[in-house]
């Protein structure tokens, strides 16, 4: 019942959503479990194309740009403190 974020597998443009509602996510959709305090944190150095920007270089393009956001690229981003 924690709120996580939910980062799609598969995207023409990577984003992040936060997910309150308790549900658990299909496959093809990642949740990022965070203590509650950090969630929102976690979501504003994600959102507004800051997830794009730091999967860049480092998740693949495939077919028609799409971005692969698999949990190994994830876990490469360098995100700052600030």
Known sequence: KRPKLLIPELAKTPRVSIDRSGGIPSHGVYAIFAPNDEVDSL????????????????????????????????????????
């Open 43 to 82: 979501f504003e150095k994600l959102s507004n194309g800051k997830l794009a920007k730091a999967l860049d270089g480092i998740a693949p393009k495939v077919k028609g740009g799409y971005v692969r956001c698999y949990k190994r690229f994830l876990l490469k981003m360098r995100l700052s403190r600030a």
